[in-house]
């Protein structure tokens, strides 16, 4: 996890945690064990009917890959691209194959291995786009289920708070008024409940989780880019200059000259 996303997690925790213990002199008073399995089981049961049993049963992996999931390393793999194409260049694309155990992402050694097979170019650029395209759709199915249980929490909240609500009158039409301002807090936990999970879990692990798709997939787009270049035995200062328009301006000092980068 880096340092950000810690420093985040604890300072909201803490912020909130101290505004919460100043406003009472009796914290259990958000304690409802009853409201949370409320939202909690009303939110899993209805996840379960929304989207396939293997994704629900990643929540938890996922929830904790994204908080440890940084940038990734574009600038690395467009100097790897860089090297195996100059190396195609100069040396001819069968060259390429004592690379393929030192590579370690399966869509960049896959699609290199279709290469030095001399796949026909139409063909590999259509089998690439296709593996992007399946790619972002299936992790984006997993963004539209923390989406989703976001939406889904408040709801059950609500759900929570109508069920204190109701046992609420009960207890006035037997005339125990004593009841009513503690079952009525009661009630209210569940919506509390409700819309912290959606703001402070769900929403944002769907943020960071799309923003992190969307980083892998620019980086299939590159890999895609240079495969294409490498296969078409493009010049490498060509390859270097279309692949460093996918990584801000200031990362284009890390990226090899293109009259550079040896042998590996």
Not at 11 to 33: E, M, Q
């Amino acid at each position: 996890m880096n340092i950000a996303t810690i420093i985040g997690i604890l300072s909201g925790t803490i912020v909130l945690l101290y505004t919460t213990y100043s406003t009472t002199d009796n914290i259990a008073v958000f304690l409802n064990f009853e409201g949370i399995a409320i939202v909690v089981g009303g939110i899993a049961a209805a996840t379960f009917i929304c989207y396939p049993l293997k994704y629900v049963l990643q929540v938890v992996q996922l929830f904790l890959a994204t908080l440890k999931r940084e940038d990734l390393p574009i600038g690395d793999y467009i100097n790897e691209i860089i090297y195996l194409s100059r190396k195609a260049y100069t040396k001819g694309e069968l060259k390429l194959e004592n690379e393929l155990d030192t590579i370690e992402n399966e869509f960049l050694k896959n699609g290199l291995r279709m290469v030095i097979d001399n796949m026909p170019i139409e063909m590999l650029a259509e089998t690439l786009q296709t593996r992007i395209n399946n790619t972002y759709e299936e992790e984006l199915a997993k963004v539209g289920m923390f989406k989703t249980m976001a939406k889904l929490a408040p709801s059950f909240g609500m759900v929570g708070t109508l069920v204190g609500l109701i046992v609420m009158l009960q207890s006035m039409g037997a005339g125990d008024v004593a009841k009513l301002g503690p079952a009525m807090a009661v009630a209210l936990t569940t919506t509390l409940y409700g819309v912290l999970l959606a703001n402070l879990l769900f929403y944002p692990i769907a943020v960071k989780l799309e923003n992190t798709i969307n980083q892998r997939i620019v980086l299939m787009k590159v890999i895609m880019d240079g495969l294409l270049m490498t296969h078409a035995k493009v010049s490498p200062f060509i390859v270097r200059e279309k692949l460093k328009a996918y990584i801000p301006q200031q990362k284009w000092a890390s990226i090899i000259p293109h009259d550079h980068g040896g042998e590996k």
